[in-house]
């Protein structure tokens, strides 16, 4: 048996820029042609919304929100560097990044040997565009990982080399986040794409509602695999990798409800009730919550990405583990609920 942490982070894009343009997301939002009158003035908005937009238009609430998930992605980095996993499995979404029209695989371990990326344009820590990160993969382990799931029954997709991008956001900011101090970052990394905006994926190029030209029904993909699904998948991989030779960190990496998701609130703000039920739920270790939620709930909620940690709640189900740490942090301003947990093993 070896040992397995299990840690979740959030890779949300907009940390990687300034405080002052934290909010472009709501910024784009708000230029949507079909929002009603009403909400295109702050008095139209609900009252936790008003408050954190303040008289700065957010910019004092981007720098709570910042030291908050900074705060946050330090601990978790403590506890990975402290454990010395041998890789980190990063379970993320691929928005029509590295796959695209020719093949979307619902998901896909990446058996690379190594992968290189830059950091984001404008980003907080003027880095050029033209530096660039390097980080180890494992390519046995990703082989191993991908053929025991096939002879379970996961018919895994796997890959060795990229296909349209070098590396995509959820497991690059993973890596530029979780070393936002620039220490320096020589964990290996096997990333475990999850097909997580489905219908939306090739359609919205997985990424901002089109406002001006919406796809129809009939434009729309195939599905996202069922958190049914991802739940087992998850947990079958904490299975395998538990007989293996490996320290392994297992990490699930997005936000939760998206607001350019959730069209129930006008794309404005994300779904913080339905986020904070599961949060609950997970908390609590009621995985049987995480694995009977419905797809429709999913997409209603905007809550695509949360199916990473369909796979990392499916992981905690099959180790026995309850967190032993999870904070929800919560926003109205800045598109996405974020959550962070970690659960080492047992000493
Ligand atoms: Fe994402």
């Known amino acids: 048996m070896s040992?397995?942490?299990?840690?979740?982070?959030?890779?949300?894009?907009?940390?990687?820029?300034?405080?002052?343009?934290?909010?472009?997301?709501?910024?784009?939002?708000?230029?949507?042609?079909?929002?009603?009158?009403?909400?295109?003035?702050?008095?139209?908005?609900?009252a936790g919304m008003r408050?954190?937009?303040?008289?700065?238009?957010?910019?004092?609430?981007?720098?709570?929100?910042?030291?908050?998930?900074?705060?946050?992605?330090?601990?978790?980095?403590?506890?990975?560097d402290a454990f010395h996993p041998d890789f980190i499995l990063i379970w993320g979404d691929d928005q029509y990044e590295n796959f695209r029209e020719d093949v979307v695989p619902p998901y896909c371990v990446y058996a690379h040997e190594s992968f290189e990326f830059g950091p984001p344009a404008n980003n907080v820590w003027n880095e050029?565009?033209?530096?660039?990160?390097?980080?180890?993969?494992?390519?046995?382990?990703?082989?191993?990982?991908?053929?025991?799931?096939?002879?379970?029954?996961?018919d895994t997709a796997y890959s060795y080399k990229p296909l349209h991008h070098p590396l995509g956001h959820a497991f690059a900011n993973a890596v530029l986040y979780l070393d936002y101090d620039r220490k320096g970052f020589s964990h290996p990394i096997i990333p475990f794409t999850i097909n997580c905006y489905g219908k939306r994926v090739i359609a919205q190029?997985?990424?901002?509602?089109?406002?001006?030209?919406?796809?129809?029904?009939?434009?729309?993909d195939p599905p996202a695999p069922t958190p049914q699904r991802l739940f087992d998948l998850g947990a079958a991989t904490a299975r395998?990798?538990?007989?293996?030779?490996?320290?392994?960190?297992?990490?699930?990496?997005?936000?939760?409800?998206?607001?350019?998701?959730?069209?129930?609130?006008?794309?404005?703000?994300?779904?913080?009730?339905?986020?904070?039920?599961?949060?609950?739920?997970?908390?609590?270790?009621?995985?049987?919550?995480?694995?009977?939620y419905p797809a429709a709930s999913v997409e209603e909620s905007g809550q695509q990405e949360i199916l990473n940690w369909m796979c990392l709640a499916g992981a905690l189900a099959e180790l026995k583990r309850k967190p032993a740490n999870a904070e929800f942090?919560?926003?109205?301003?800045?598109?996405?609920?974020?959550?962070?947990?970690?659960?080492?093993?047992?000493r």
């Open 240 to 292: 395998i990798l538990a007989e293996g030779p490996w320290r392994v960190v297992l990490m699930a990496s997005s936000g939760w409800s998206h607001a350019f998701l959730t069209a129930k609130n006008n794309f404005l703000y994300p779904d913080t009730p339905a986020d904070r039920m599961l949060f609950e739920a997970l908390r609590s270790g009621t995985y049987d919550t995480w694995r009977n």
């Open 3 to 46: 040992d397995i942490l299990v840690v979740g982070i959030t890779h949300y894009p907009p940390l990687a820029g300034k405080d002052e343009v934290m909010s472009w997301i709501l910024k784009r939002m708000l230029q949507n042609p079909n929002l009603a009158e009403k909400y295109r003035q702050v008095t139209g908005w609900p």
């Open 329 to 346: 942090i919560d926003t109205w301003i800045f598109n996405s609920s974020k959550c962070f947990l970690t659960a080492p093993p047992a």
């Open 128 to 154: 050029p565009a033209n530096k660039q990160f390097q980080v180890s993969g494992n390519v046995a382990a990703a082989k191993y990982l991908t053929t025991k799931l096939i002879e379970a029954g996961y």
């Open 51 to 80: 408050a954190e937009w303040a008289d700065d238009e957010g910019v004092s609430a981007a720098r709570n929100h910042r030291n908050r998930l900074v705060s946050a992605l330090r601990t978790t980095r403590k506890q990975i």
């Open 205 to 220: 190029r997985g990424g901002l509602p089109m406002f001006e030209n919406p796809p129809t029904e009939a434009q729309l």
